[in-house]
């Protein structure tokens, strides 16, 4: 009966500062703690720092794409409770902790144990990256005049095309043609992820819709617009990933959906 | 089992049947609306439970959960099955729980929460329904911070509203709005005010507001099915919508000015940018209503104008009458101030270009009576407005009566012939007799059937006589006479009649008779000659009412005509020297149309005229026609103190004593009618003393001969004084009636003590003879008298009369009275020898002392200041 420990160092000894760099020194504590009158015979223990994409549904595509390891001590018995200090001086953060329903991005803490002929005593502990970057400029609105012909014509846009996790999306639908009896429309949110699946190196796609936010009810008029304000805060969102490590990406969709009376959905 | 065992079966099984569809169908129906009653029940249950889990978290002060459960109860007004009014309870419920939810966002800024968070956070919610009644609910205490203008908040909340586009849930959710808004509108003088903007961004947002409600509400009405359900379900929300016409006429800032330069034009182009019927008809009916009358009066052109041009199909004059309706009662209590505004403007022109406008148009296609409705008010509003303006009302009879004329007969129904009695009665109540002058009056009238005509008939009567307006003027009458005829004379084709309505009609015309006046007394001979025409047309039943009163006017006519006859004589023996001095009332107007009288006009053609009058309603009323032959007489005696007359008097004192022979049989109406008589006749004073012989013993006769042996009694005393009295003396046969009493007074006493009244009632009559001077009056006799009933008198107040106590009065007062007059020494009567009589009603008789005290203490106090 043993206790192993991984301990985040305290508070204080991470600089702020050191935030913006890209090289990170990582470093923590082990501490394993025997039983009573035990001893812990083993072939070396050692710690690693993982980075890891994870395919949920694709066992295969899943790879590390960071690792390195050091050695606590060599093959030999544990009479008592000992503690380690180990650092990762050299990690670089390149990719943010992104957890997805199809596509996870890990990093973690790995302390083994080995031993010779029972099994190995393995703690895995996850730690989360953020990388800051700076705001991305503005670029554009998003305008858009869609419709079917004869029948629904309208016209939407959205204050912006890129928005920070607590944003709030304005925009409006300015209805131009209605001859649909339309039941309500809504703005839903939609989680993209993309990813390679291993085997065959094929894009696989997962949409997963967040949030679905009701902005009109019933049937306007021609000539109508109806106001959108969305506040994202309320969803559970991530930022925009392209092309993680050649693996996966993850974009977000403004999806606006109207229903008719029938129950079709038109959606943009 | 009955197929079975009576083999009846056809016909029973499609009874069957026939119950079975019935029951299905009436089944069907029923489910429809218990439906609706079931889900309705429902939702509110689940808005109870939730705004009990939400008042439960307020109490905890989780903010958290209180909008989540508000959220879920506000779900419920997504309720897409209700109807409109069941829709109205369900979101009068939730409107109360949101009102702790109000109170609960008012505490937590209270506690140091940042409203713009709140504001946010309630937008978080993911149905638009729920998140915009949040919305609204936390903006208005956002408002109230006054951390942010609240035209800012406003603007923002009417923006967001947008998202709501059905009908039904957006106009209550902008019904909520305006009620949360309502005292949070920036206006003039109220702490928003300002900063917060001014009343004319109240103004935008509601007209805003109005202006979407609008559009919802016209929405409502949908595709052409079920038009008819759509139309009365939209009419149960009008007032939805109207909610935004009072909110603006609320608005302090809304001055006269602020109206007609912005507001009206607004809402005018409101109105018209749709051309939607019940829209357009509530809205311009609620501007009328909303706005002070003053301000619509102001701006009457541009609300005319505009009403002219809305769909035609709309009701115009709904519109129309409301305002005319309204206009009418506002001229009514400010009539200073609609003087003033009458003379800017000519609102009757106005009007009557307007409303001629839609008879032209709409004249074919609109029914009759809704037409004349709409003049109906027009006239309304023309009499309080301008009072004394005969014409204006005789043109509104013309274009009447040229509408009428258009129309067919059938079109005439029982709301349209309402109309035009209305028509014809409002000018009544404060034109009164002007219309007589009005040439239209009687074309309109003619419309009308013959019970209309009777009622309008009625109305005038009653205008006339309520005025007291005298009628002097013979055109008038005969005019008034042609308006009223249907009272007149009986119409063939109409049926029976309640007796007590006919007996008040005839009433009313005999009271217009009385209203006949002239200080002439030709005109009014020829304005009386006027009315007896129709009079003597009509049929008895009519002239037993209107007989009567046409006595007495010609009765006026011949004391008028005495007094004028002696006044002219002191004129001409004056030789036309003075006016002033001596002329009594009457003769102070202008005299130059009365110098001469008329040659036939004097007291023989009146006397002659009433006595015919008088036999033809003799013939049918004795008792009737015998009252009035005395009152003839009576005249005759007042106006011919020369007895001229002799002998038609006479004629007429034997027609009036033939009546009463022949056709009075009733013994207490005999009674009465010989009472009358006596008392006339002893005052009369046109007989030669032959005649007034005949006459008198005849009623002396009469009387005696009467059923009851007291009533005789009675009767002959009376005629004592057919034989002493101021113009007539006979003694002997005084006396000759005083024995005769006392004759029959005797005898009744054997039958009965309870005639000992009689003998108080001689000696009475003794004592007046006595003290009036009549030397014949034996003291013997009033001595007889007084013993007589001084022996009786214990056994008569032990008796069972019904008037014992009356008699003892009587009788206690005439012995005061004797005694009264020994005292003063009056000549025979100290020789009289009469007992007090204790009076009865002394022990009765409650103490005045209080109330004397407090006359002297009255009267001591008024002296001290004095």
Redesign the interface.
């Known amino acids: 009966f043993f206790f192993l420990m991984i301990r985040r160092p305290p508070r204080s000894t991470q600089s702020r500062s050191s935030a913006a760099s890209d090289v990170y020194k990582r470093q923590g504590q082990v501490s394993i703690q025997l039983g009573k009158n035990k001893k812990l015979e083993h072939t070396g223990i050692r710690v690693e720092l993982i980075g890891h994409i994870e395919m949920v549904y694709d066992k295969a595509g899943s790879s590390d794409f960071t690792s390195m390891g050091r050695e606590l001590e060599p093959t030999g018995v544990l009479f008592q409770d000992k503690t380690y200090n180990f650092s990762f001086p050299k990690f670089e953060k390149q990719y943010e902790s992104y957890y997805g329903s199809s596509v996870k991005l890990r990093y973690f803490l790995r302390v083994t144990i080995n031993r010779n002929y029972a099994t190995k005593i393995i703690k895995e502990v996850d730690f989360a990256v953020l990388v800051p970057a700076t705001e991305p400029e503005i670029k554009k609105d998003i305008q858009m005049e869609v419709g079917i012909e004869d029948c629904l014509h309208i016209e939407f846009e959205y204050s912006k095309a890129q928005y920070h996790l607590k944003d709030v999306v304005i925009g409006k639908v300015k209805f131009m043609l209605v001859r649909i009896k339309i039941k309500?429309m809504e703005l839903c949110i939609v989680k993209q992820e993309k990813y390679l699946t291993g085997q065959a190196n094929q894009t696989q796609t997962e949409n997963e819709t967040l949030?679905?936010?009701?902005?009109?009810?019933?049937?306007?008029?021609k000539g109508?617009?109806?106001?959108i304000?969305l506040?994202l805060?309320?969803s559970d969102l991530t930022p925009t990933y392209t092309d993680v490590s050649n693996k996966f990406s993850v974009k977000y969709y403004l999806n606006l959906v109207l229903v008719d009376s029938e129950d079709r959905r038109y959606f943009k | 089992r009955c197929v079975q065992e009576t083999g009846i079966n056809a016909e029973y099984m499609g009874i069957v049947h026939q119950i079975k569809q019935s029951q299905k169908v009436f089944l069907e129906g029923q489910t429809m609306d218990d439906d609706q009653e079931i889900k309705l029940e429902e939702r509110r249950k689940t808005v109870r439970e939730q705004a009990y889990y939400m008042k439960k978290a307020i109490d905890t002060a989780n903010l958290r959960d209180a909008l989540r459960y508000s959220t879920y109860m506000l779900n419920e007004l997504k309720a897409p099955e209700l109807s409109p009014k069941n829709y109205y309870i369900l979101y009068m419920q939730v409107f109360d729980e949101l009102r702790v939810l109000e109170s609960a966002f008012r505490e937590e800024y209270r506690r140091g929460r940042r409203m713009a968070d709140l504001y946010e956070s309630v937008q978080y919610a993911q149905n638009i329904i729920p998140r915009l009644y949040l919305l609204v609910t936390a903006g208005a205490v956002y408002i109230e911070t006054n951390e942010v203008a609240a035209k800012d908040i406003l603007n923002d909340l009417l923006e967001m509203i947008k998202g709501v586009q059905h009908p039904l849930r957006g106009l209550f959710l902008r019904y909520y709005f305006l009620k949360m808004c309502k005292d949070k509108l920036p206006d003039e003088g109220n702490e928003y005010e300002g900063e917060g903007g001014t009343f004319k961004d109240a103004v935008s947002i509601i007209l805003g507001n109005l202006e979407e409600m609008n559009k919802l509400w016209i929405r409502m009405q949908g595709s052409s099915s079920n038009r008819v359900k759509r139309e009365k379900e939209r009419i149960d929300l009008k007032v939805l919508v109207g909610e935004n016409i009072v909110r603006l006429s609320g608005l302090q800032g809304v001055t006269l000015e602020i109206y007609t330069q912005e507001v009206l034009p607004k809402l005018l182009e409101i109105i018209s940018s749709t051309k939607d019927v019940i829209s357009q008809q509530y809205l311009m009916e609620c501007i009328v209503t909303a706005f002070p009358d003053e301000y619509n009066l102001k701006n009457l052109n541009t609300l005319l104008e505009r009403t002219g041009s809305l769909n035609p199909n709309c009701d115009i004059k709904a519109i129309y009458i409301s305002l005319m309706d309204r206009l009418a009662d506002f001229s009514e209590e400010n009539k200073s101030e609609i003087e003033n505004i009458t003379q800017d403007m000519d609102i009757f022109q106005m009007f009557k270009t307007n409303i001629d406008n839609i008879i032209e148009e709409q004249g074919q296609t609109m029914e009759l009576r809704k037409l004349l409705d709409l003049q109906v008010a027009f006239l309304n509003f023309t009499l309080k407005t301008y009072e004394k303006r005969t014409d204006y009302v005789n043109q509104i009879l013309k274009s009447c009566v040229v509408l009428c004329e258009k129309q067919s007969s059938t079109s005439f129904d029982e709301d349209s012939l309402k109309n035009i009695v209305k028509l014809l009665t409002y000018p009544l109540e404060s034109l009164s007799i002007t219309i007589l002058s009005m040439d239209e009056y009687p074309n309109l009238m003619n419309y009308l059937p013959f019970t209309k005509r009777k009622e309008v008939a009625v109305k005038i009567c009653q205008a006339v006589i309520s005025t007291r307006h005298p009628l002097n003027n013979l055109t008038t009458v005969n005019q008034l006479l042609s308006f009223i005829q249907p009272l007149l004379k009986e119409e063939q084709s109409f049926g029976n009649q309640e007796p007590y309505e006919f007996e008040g009609e005839q009433q009313l015309v005999a009271r217009l008779v009385h209203l006949v006046e002239n200080n002439h007394p030709d005109k009014v001979f020829e304005i009386l000659n006027a009315f007896r025409q129709p009079f003597e047309a009509a049929d008895e039943k009519r002239q037993f009412y209107t007989y009567p009163s046409l006595i007495f006017a010609y009765i006026r006519l011949a004391r008028q005509l005495k007094i004028y006859n002696e006044t002219q004589g002191t004129y001409k023996k004056a030789g036309n020297a003075e006016e002033g001095g001596e002329e009594n009332e009457e003769e102070s107007e202008p005299q130059e149309t009365q110098a001469y009288l008329k040659p036939e006009l004097n007291f023989k053609v009146v006397f002659e005229i009433i006595r015919k009058l008088a036999d033809s309603i003799a013939s049918g009323n004795a008792e009737l026609g015998i009252k009035l032959y005395l009152d003839i007489l009576q005249i005759i005696s007042e106006c011919d103190p020369q007895r001229e007359h002799d002998e038609f008097s006479y004629e007429i004192a034997e027609a009036a004593l033939t009546l009463y022979e022949d056709e009075i049989s009733d013994s207490e109406t005999k009674r009465v009618i010989i009472l009358q008589i006596v008392g006339v006749f002893q005052i009369l004073n046109c007989f030669s003393e032959e005649n007034y012989d005949t006459l008198v013993s005849n009623i002396t006769q009469y009387c005696s001969k009467l059923l009851k042996k007291n009533e005789q009694c009675i009767a002959v005393l009376q005629c004592t004084h057919l034989f002493l009295n101021q113009h007539y003396r006979n003694e002997a046969r005084a006396f000759e009636c005083f024995k005769k009493c006392l004759k029959i007074a005797q005898t009744c006493l054997k039958s009965n003590i309870k005639n000992l009244n009689l003998y108080v009632s001689i000696l009475n009559k003794f004592l007046f003879f006595l003290s009036a001077g009549v030397e014949a009056v034996h003291l013997d006799d009033i001595q007889t008298c007084i013993n007589l009933i001084n022996e009786k008198i214990e056994e008569f107040k032990s008796s069972n009369s019904d008037n014992v106590e009356s008699v003892m009065r009587y009788l206690a007062n005439t012995s005061t009275y004797v005694q009264e007059k020994k005292n003063s020494g009056a000549q025979h009567f100290v020789e009289i020898n009469m007992p007090q009589y204790l009076s009865l009603i002394h022990i009765s008789e409650p103490t005045r002392q209080a109330e004397i005290s407090y006359a002297v203490f009255c009267l001591k106090k008024k002296k001290r200041y004095v």
């Open positions: 309500y949030q679905k936010f009701e902005v009109m009810d019933g049937c306007p008029n109508d617009v109806i106001p304000r506040y805060a309320g």
